[in-house]
């Protein structure tokens, strides 16, 4: 059984990644003054910093049913059966849109991520492995969903100012942030976005501190891969962040990617996040 797999855009998978796996991407939109981009494709994260700098409206916007359905059938013409990975329906239409498509076509398999960004890439990344290995399109189907809570997805910002823009703070917390220059951590649970830790000072200490918490509060780790995820951001800190993985946690596969369009129209510059999965 030949098995397709794709995602959203917002899984944030390197193209080394996607070219390896055999990944299609469904780009959301990125809208800036009223003038739509695709993400990844013509919209890059310094277009949309660039933009919010300049005072221009900056939003994303969901697959429609229709683009959904040109993939899906293109999928399935050399395909028996295509499996997506949607962002969280707790956070955008995607999903909904893609079960409308998928239900004209048949033989599609809708995943609701309940994630956002690589902790949905964790997910389409063990999709491919269970394909490689000749599981039929239901039992992938049926395994992804039953590790979507495994995932443990958490990132600190930099500029609070973005997710209240996004709507995802109230406009007293992104005031307090900036005033005390905290960098919260946000954590994904349950499909939403949740505050967590707050930190503060420079990125080699709230790091350092941020990415002990995470692994040393966290049981029953999977040691088999870690991302860590950002936006573009200041020189040395992704590195930094990973030589800190590698002093609490002991991943045979450490992936550093960049955060696509959509998830820094919402967090901003400086995000950094790691995302992994437990047994």
Do not use: W
Not at 114 to 126: C, D, H, K
Not at 203 to 225: A, F, G, M, N, S
Request: hydrophobic share 35%; net charge negative.
């Amino acid at each position: 059984m030949k098995i397709r797999i794709s995602s959203d855009s917002t899984c944030d998978l390197s193209p080394e990644l996607l070219e390896k796996y055999d990944i299609t991407i469904a780009p959301l939109s990125v809208i800036i003054d009223g003038q739509s981009y695709k993400d990844g494709v013509d919209v890059t994260p310094e277009d949309i910093f660039r933009a919010v700098d300049q005072g221009k409206k900056v939003q994303t916007a969901a697959v429609n049913q229709f683009e959904y359905e040109e993939l899906f059938r293109k999928l399935l013409k050399d395909a028996d059966a295509v499996i997506h990975f949607c962002i969280s329906r707790e956070m955008s239409s995607c999903y909904s849109d893609a079960c409308e498509a998928a239900k004209k076509l048949g033989s599609v398999y809708v995943v609701d991520s309940r994630n956002l960004s690589t902790g949905i890439g964790l997910l389409v990344l063990e999709a491919c492995e269970m394909a490689a290995m000749g599981k039929d399109a239901q039992e992938v189907f049926e395994a992804v969903q039953s590790r979507r809570d495994k995932v443990v997805a958490t990132f600190t910002v930099q500029d609070i100012g973005y997710l209240y823009r996004g709507g995802r703070c109230s406009g007293l917390e992104a005031l307090g942030a900036k005033m005390l220059r905290i960098r919260p951590e946000i954590e994904v649970n349950n499909g939403k976005m949740n505050p967590g830790k707050k930190y503060r000072g420079s990125y080699e200490h709230y790091l350092k501190h941020y990415i002990r918490d995470v692994l040393k509060e966290t049981e029953d780790i999977d040691y088999k891969r870690i991302f860590i995820t950002h936006s573009p951001c200041e020189e040395g800190m992704a590195d930094f962040a990973a030589e800190c993985v590698k002093e609490y946690g002991h991943f045979r596969e450490i992936l550093d990617t960049t955060a696509g369009g959509t998830i820094c129209v919402h967090c901003g510059p400086n995000t950094l996040g790691i995302l992994f999965m437990k047994k």
